[in-house]
């Protein structure tokens, strides 16, 4: 197989505090640095100097390149914008989980095709901003067929497909909702399992409580996806401790968390995920990631791209509000978004740039990562590379 040498690059960050030419730091950075990428791995990562020959050379001209982001929770099956409400919300009417009907209502009248072009347009824009990994969810059908059909698309271009039946309880099932319950966990998931890998559950007020939320993904684990939650952002619900009793990848917002919650998240193989946009486009207060992160929990950043509450693809837009509102440094940030992300997914081979990891990166014109947070809303990314290839349309991840 053919090798690249990636070379003359100003600043690497490998996140791989081993590297012998890095600054034992978390990131792992290294200076007038160089990769060399057989097919869709990374073989070897170090100082330019000490580069091993390689079939062809790629010169990045001194520019930043930092691991491909990880987007571990989005919802990007949908049809049609709240726009209005983001206006309502300006103005001073509080978000609720209510919202999500009226996107419940657009999804069910939408084609498949126009599904999957709107999904493939925000993968395009994620891809431009230098995402190079995501999670999609479900959860905007809410019936067997639509939520089939909507796990389906999910999975035609990622292999982190979620299934989130329990998003909310429609409206035609408001004053049966032990019957909804039932749908969930009988025929919905039966059609959705073989799409997924995934189960996740809305545990929060207006949504899900804590009993029906044990019962749903319950059924999902008996069909061998692996658990996540929604938690802690309109309230404190339990859904932390019901995320570590589960052994539960993530437990994503927790915006709303007591002492009792940040211990047993420190104390699991549990990440908290923070969702910057969505504080910041509900004007909600934001979860204290420094926290977190001042008591040992593992954090991830995702962009909870959604027509309601976080309609953003881009990630150096969470890095950047992550650093001013949530009070991490950059280097934090960077992490939670890239190697944080992968463990939210329990994915080993991504967020890393490391011999034998996959050659997932994306190229920052600027001289340092610091400058995603430094220049927030300028398009830094240059080019994004997914397994080894330079990406400039959506492909499957």
């Known amino acids: 197989m053919t090798t690249t040498l990636v070379d003359n690059i100003g600043l690497l960050v490998t996140n791989d505090p081993t590297n012998g030419a890095g600054d034992g730091s978390v990131l792992g950075v290294v200076h007038d640095a160089a990769m060399v990428v057989d097919g869709s791995l990374v073989v070897w990562a170090g100082q330019r100097a000490a580069a091993p020959d390689a079939d062809g050379r790629l010169d990045l001209e001194a520019q930043t390149v930092v691991p491909g982001f990880v987007d571990s929770h989005t919802h990007l099956i949908f049809a049609a914008d709240r726009a209005d409400e983001f206006v309502a919300r300006m103005a001073g009417t509080p978000y609720a989980a209510g919202g999500i009907e009226s996107t419940v209502g657009a999804m069910r009248a939408a084609s498949d095709s126009a599904l999957r072009a709107n999904a493939r347009r925000l993968l395009g824009e994620m891809t431009t901003s230098g995402t190079t990994t995501m999670e999609i969810k479900g959860g905007y059908g809410l019936t067997v067929a639509d939520e089939a059909r909507g796990q389906f698309l999910a999975a035609e271009v990622t292999t982190e497909s979620t299934y989130l039946g329990a998003h909310v309880v429609p409206a035609e099932y408001r004053d049966r909702r032990d019957d909804y319950v039932d749908l969930v966990t009988g025929s919905m998931l039966d059609a959705c399992a073989p799409n997924a890998r995934w189960i996740d559950v809305f545990c929060d007020r207006g949504a899900f409580d804590v ?76 979860a204290d990631a420094r926290r977190l992160v001042d008591a040992g929990v593992v954090v991830a950043i995702a962009t909870d791209c959604n027509p309601g509450s976080s309609y953003t693809t881009s990630l150096p837009f969470c890095i950047a509000v992550a650093v001013r509102d949530m009070h991490l440094t950059p280097a934090e940030a960077l992490w939670s978004a890239t190697a944080g992300g992968a463990r939210a997914l329990r994915r080993h081979d991504i967020g890393v740039l490391a011999a034998g990891k996959r050659a997932d990166f994306a190229v920052i014109g600027a001289p340092s990562y610091v400058h995603l947070a430094y220049r927030p809303g300028v398009p830094l990314v240059t080019a994004t590379w997914r397994s080894g290839h330079r990406v400039d349309h959506v492909q499957g991840v």
Request: hydrophobic content about 40%; some cysteine.
């Open 211 to 286: 009993d029906e939320a044990r019962v749903i993904l319950r059924a999902g684990i008996a069909k061998g996806l692996l658990p996540r939650l929604h938690g802690h952002q309109l309230s404190r619900t339990g859904a932390v401790q019901l995320g570590v009793e589960l052994d539960a990848a993530s437990v994503d917002h927790c915006n709303h968390l007591d002492d009792s919650d940040v211990e047993a998240l420190a104390g699991s193989n549990t990440v908290a995920t923070v969702l910057p946009g969505a504080d910041f486009s509900t004007r909600s207060a934001y």
